[in-house]
């Protein structure tokens, strides 16, 4: 299945990663089914933030409190990667959860899209929207 993605989300997780160099910066993704329509900036919480990520818990928490009451699904995550390459690294692969989650890098100016599976993660092809 391709994902669909809005061509603001593209240039809002652009517009993160660069704000946030040298450190990684992150956020969720909301949307529905295969098309994701926005992004939460979140503030990277992690004691290493140059080289790891973690999402504020509260922010995910009102995320998924907010599709509960009938907003967008949260449909996965975004990170950056400052000076690495645009996969997952290691450490993405250990803190995947397996729940099929979406997961956006963003390295070396463009962004890429990958789904957590039982077996790791696997490319995920994607179509840019207008909206
Ligand atoms: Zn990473």
Known sequence: MTQE????????LLAAAAGAHPRECCGILLGE??????AIRTDNI??????????DPQ????????????????LGYYHSHPDGLARP????????????????II???RVT??????????PLPYEVSPR
């Not at 992690?46 to 999402?55: G, L, M, Q, T, V």
Request: charge should be negative; glycine fraction near 14%.
């Open 59 to 74: 922010a995910l928490v009102d995320a998924y409190r907010a599709a509960r009451s009938g907003g967008p699904q949260v």
């Open 5 to 12: 993605v809005s061509s603001q989300v593209l240039d809002a």
């Open 113 to 122: 899209f990958w789904r957590e599976g039982d077996a790791g993660f696997t």
């Open 107 to 109: 390295a070396a100016g």
């Open 33 to 38: 089914g295969g098309a994701i329509t926005s």
């Open 46 to 55: 992690h004691a290493r933030p140059e080289s790891h990520f973690e999402i």
């Open 89 to 104: 690294s290691a450490t993405d692969e250990a803190m995947a959860t397996g729940q099929g989650l979406v997961w956006a």
